[in-house]
């Protein structure tokens, strides 16, 4: 599988309301040494009951503006502490987060 090493990849497993015995469960244990070992984040969540989804959109939120952050970095050499916009820009993630978040 080709990504761009740009990309934040995560790993969620979806519907964990819905496994209701042992056997229809993949062992989170597994789950979590599978993306250990591929560098992924896991997040095992329900849109039903909601369990595990604000702390999945947490971190995307926040690793997606890390990495761009890196970016910005590399490409302009500013840092976190030479960067005037960086409070703006943390009060705007933290607005489109809950933005997102409060959604029903």
Same mark, same amino acid.
């Given at each position: 599988?080709? /990504? %761009?090493?740009?990309?934040?990849?995560?790993l969620v497993a979806a519907k964990c309301d819905q496994?209701?015995?042992e056997a229809a469960k993949i062992d989170f244990k597994?789950?979590?040494? /599978? %993306?250990e070992r591929l560098g992924y984040s896991l997040f095992e969540t329900?849109?039903?009951?909601g369990t595990g989804c604000g702390r999945a959109l947490a971190e995307m939120v926040w690793k997606i503006k890390d990495r761009r952050d890196e970016v910005s970095q590399y490409v302009h050499g500013d840092t976190a502490y030479d960067n005037p916009v960086e409070e703006t820009q943390k009060a705007s993630v933290t607005s489109m987060f809950w933005t997102i978040f409060s959604c029903h």
């Open positions: 599988m080709l /990504i %761009s090493p740009d990309c934040e990849v995560f496994r209701t015995t597994t789950g979590e040494q /599978i %993306s329900s849109a039903k009951n």
